[in-house]
């Protein structure tokens, strides 16, 4: 059997191993030394090549960013700012129709702004909005889908765990990337306002409203979320500007999370040792999944299967735009059931060497960064796809008074504005790229 043969088998026996619970580090690891033991015919070289990427991988620099944000987020929630910015924005908006619901997707973009993580923000935001949601008379399954699709915000407004897994697989300053996911970065957010408005004026009988809140009350809220404003000023200023290096700044951000965590009486010896715990679990998860893709993708340039597919998709003289459609669909059937930082890792050392031999019209950086972003906003429309959207079942096991299907039905159209969005960022990759 050729190289390109075990790499083309190598996919569908990944994909049931994912499918009978295997964990996607493991069966990624599991494919790629069996892959290249295949390829070599021996176990020497497999065992050196356990061992170069091993340390090739965790060696890298720019690796440290990661437990530096997840860490941020951790602070972040125990500091209360999670609930800082919902109120702040409840106390402005939350007395119009389907104002709750805007309030909470506000409130995502906020702390996604010092989170990173999408499972974390829906996770975090979820322990917060539901309760006020249902006090305000809302339905349950607009409410879970509102803070299921709010969640997704975790990772498309910087920072962004999956965009620094990004850069590093496709060699691209992170900086860079951060700057461009803004703007997509806020269209998702205001694409769930209009979708909640749309829908309050359709089934108004599922939406509530509060009493307005005085003004004083209003502006006195809108204080509290000072430590937000200012760390996410700082932190991603200070990378945008250069004063920082991506890690530095996540340091800076935890550290001022820390601060703030501590002020606000949520941070002591006993929550600190819970926040570094988790972290360190987080942490291992996101590191063993790049280790077993490391030597996935290894053993899948050992086969060839990456130049071979760019240059039979350069030979079938398909439109670029077509080819990018196509990789985008796969990416949203591929988030049904898997997780977005797995997706990337699989298939971007596979995809990538694809598109980038097309000619889209653009330099190759700014090529590179729209790619990206392209990317992982579908990626995250797989979190609220049902039936398998993650993001879906982290909010439904915290509503267990609502059905499931109620959820799916409600976050269809957040599901509808995603797909606009992305539609929009093809068309108009500028929108992306004017920022670089």
Sequence with gaps: ?????????????????????????????????????????????????????????????NLSVIPLFLLMGQFAALGGLSQALFKAAEAWIGHRK???????????AGFG????????TAATMGQVALPE??????AGGI????????????????????????????????AKLFLAAFVPGILAALGYVIVIAIYARVRPQEMG????????????????????LT????????IYLGIFTPTEGAAVGAFGTGVAAWASGGLNFKTLKGAILGTAVATGMIFMIVLGAGLYNTFLALSQLPQEAAQMVAGWGLSPIVVLVAILVIYVILGCFMDSLSMILLTIPVFFPVVTALDFGMSPEHFAIWFGILVLIVVEVGLITPPVGMNL?????????????????????????????????????AIVTFVL
């Design 1 to 61: 059997m050729s190289g390109i043969e075990l790499a083309a088998w190598s996919f569908p026996i990944l994909l049931l191993m994912i499918f009978v619970r295997v964990p996607i580090g493991l069966a990624m690891l599991v494919c790629g030394l069996g892959g290249a033991w295949m390829i070599y015919g021996n176990a020497a070289p497999i065992l050196n090549q356990l061992k170069q990427v091993t340390y090739s991988t965790f060696s890298n620099y």
């Design 98 to 108: 389907g104002g709750v619901a805007m309030a909470a997707v506000g409130a995502c």
């Design 113 to 120: 702004a010092i989170c990173g993580s999408s499972l974390a």
């Design 133 to 138: 949601l249902k006090r305000a008379g809302y």
């Design 143 to 174: 409410s879970t889908a509102t803070l299921a699709a709010g969640g997704t915000l975790g990772i498309l407004i910087p920072p962004s765990v999956v965009l620094v897994i990004y850069a590093i697989l496709t060699e691209q300053n992170i």
């Design 209 to 228: 409203t509060i009493p307005p809140i005085p003004m004083a009350e209003r502006w006195k809220a809108t204080l509290k979320v000072w430590p937000v």
């Design 231 to 238: 760390i996410f000023l700082v932190v991603v200023g200070g």
């Design 393 to 429: 079942f982290v909010i439904n096991s915290m509503a267990k008074d609502v059905p499931i299907m109620a959820t799916y039905r409600g976050v269809l159209p957040f599901v509808a504005s995603d797909f606009i969005r992305t539609a929009i960022l093809v068309a108009f990759p």
